[in-house]
């Protein structure tokens, strides 16, 4: 099964994107903070396909530094980002790619399998 970690503060948007990634036959690991998501991929030494993380989030690490961190020390892992507040403009690392919200319920299930199909 492929999982992914999601990583999004606002509970009510985490569950519905969790709801949506189960519905196609992820395996969802749920964390509300970028350091919250180190630790459970430090626990699963890596063990992670994708990871979908918003930018604003609370604990002094962002989406993108979270993104970059786990492309460094994981790059095997797919990375799809989002925000309904910051635009991302350039490259992410690892060719991840940027999500803005509010974005379609089929676009992070569509983008997660792309990205892993062209690792």
Same mark, same amino acid.
């Given at each position: 099964? /492929? +999982?992914v970690l999601l990583v999004e503060?606002? *509970?009510?948007?985490?569950?519905?994107?969790? $709801?949506i990634l189960e519905d $196609?036959?992820?395996?969802?690991?749920?964390? +509300? /903070?970028?350091? +919250?998501?180190? /630790?459970?991929l430090e626990k699963r030494n890596g063990e992670v396909d994708a990871l979908f993380t918003d930018v604003d989030m609370p604990g002094g690490m962002n989406g993108l530094e979270l993104a970059g961190?786990?492309?460094?020390?994981w790059p095997h892992i797919a990375l799809l980002v989002t925000s309904g507040v910051v635009r991302v403009s350039g490259d992410l690392p690892g060719r991840g790619v940027f999500l803005e919200k509010p974005y379609p319920? /089929? +676009? *992070?299930?569509?983008?997660?399998?792309?990205?892993i199909e062209h690792r």
């Open positions: 099964m /492929t +999982a503060d606002e *509970p009510l948007v985490r569950m519905l994107a969790a $709801d $196609d036959g992820f395996e969802v690991i749920e964390a +509300a /903070t970028a350091r +919250a998501a180190l /630790t459970i961190i786990v492309h460094h020390r319920s /089929t +676009a *992070p299930v569509r983008i997660i399998r792309q990205l």
